[in-house]
């Protein structure tokens, strides 16, 4: 049975705020501190740990980054994730266990970026590498709608058909040398660095003799760049995704499209009073194929 959308409070915000956004549709973030952060998983031990500003304005200023992701890399996994999302969740965790007779839940305690009301799948996915069974498996975490199901899949670990060339750039006080490749409908240039002799990046790139520390399409509607490396010995977590639907890579991405591009009709909802929807949204993903 179809649900009607009333139009208040968040959802009133979220229809005016966002004008011809094509990176993120008028989509309500999930809400905050519903996982035990205390029940994750060790499945491995990192060595290594690299942050990318996701879509920054401002590369020196965190709050106008869409987000802060973590590349965790391991001997047998690594781990792709937002450490603002995850760092809410913790904060908010902590603070339900303090509150546990609270009528109320704050959906905000640390930094979220800056747009932290809205949800986007690059922000709110967690991917997962296993190296010795050569897959890459994504858990989505989808907008805050109790008729959305989180969903899951797996594929082997995408390739990269890179050609090395000789331009040089610094990135994060790292000497980069340039790659370019076609990925799925788009063209990329990334920035690779020999210093960090690891085949791995941001996102579901790699494939280069070194750490991808800087990467974008060549429109630069996606920009992933280093603002960190850590070296240091801790375990890689996972969460208990096992109420996450199984879907197909392709599916998802429909489905994610047409999230972004009308929440309301692709969720199921249907507007009270004979009311219309509103616009769809103008919005370009990642993946094109």
């Known amino acids: 049975m179809k649900i009607g959308i009333y139009f208040i409070g968040i959802l009133l915000s979220v229809s005016s705020n966002i004008v011809a956004q094509r990176l993120q549709g008028k989509v309500v973030a999930p809400l905050s501190g519903r996982r035990n952060v205390e029940r994750m998983l060790a499945i491995d031990t990192a060595y290594i740990r690299i942050l990318y500003a996701f879509n920054a304005e401002d590369i020196n200023n965190p709050e106008t980054y869409i987000d802060l992701q973590r590349l965790e890399i391991g001997k047998y996994y690594s781990k792709y994730y937002s450490q ?3 760092n809410n969740d913790s904060l908010v965790w902590t603070w339900l266990k303090k509150h546990p007779n609270s009528r109320t839940v704050p959906m905000k ?19 997962f590498k296993d190296y010795k069974a050569n897959l890459l498996t994504e858990y989505a975490r989808m907008p805050r709608q109790h008729r959305i199901p989180n969903c899951k899949y797996s594929e082997y670990i995408p390739v990269q058909n890179w050609v090395i060339q000789n331009d040089t750039l610094t990135v994060n006080g790292y000497l980069c040398q340039k790659a370019t490749c076609e990925f799925r409908g788009r063209n990329y240039i990334a920035w690779f660095s020999m210093d ?12 280069l003799p070194g750490l991808i520390l800087k990467v974008y399409d060549h429109e630069q509607l996606y920009t992933f760049e280093c603002v960190e490396v850590e070296h240091f010995k801790f375990p890689i977590k996972r969460y208990d995704f096992q109420e996450y639907k199984q879907i197909g890579r392709l599916k998802l991405l429909k489905y994610q499209r047409m999230l ?12 009270i009073n004979g009311g219309r929807f509103p616009s769809s949204v103008l919005y370009e993903p990642l993946e094109l194929q």
């Not at 800056?114 to 967690?126: G, N, V």
């Open 84 to 86: 603002f999302v995850f």
């Open 109 to 127: 305690i640390g930094p979220l970026g800056s747009k932290p009301a809205f949800w986007s799948e690059y922000k709110y996915s967690e991917y």
């Open 196 to 207: 960090i002799p690891i085949s791995n990046g941001p996102w579901k790139f790699g494939g």
């Open 260 to 271: 972004n591009e009308n929440f309301y009709k692709a969720a199921g909802l249907m507007p």
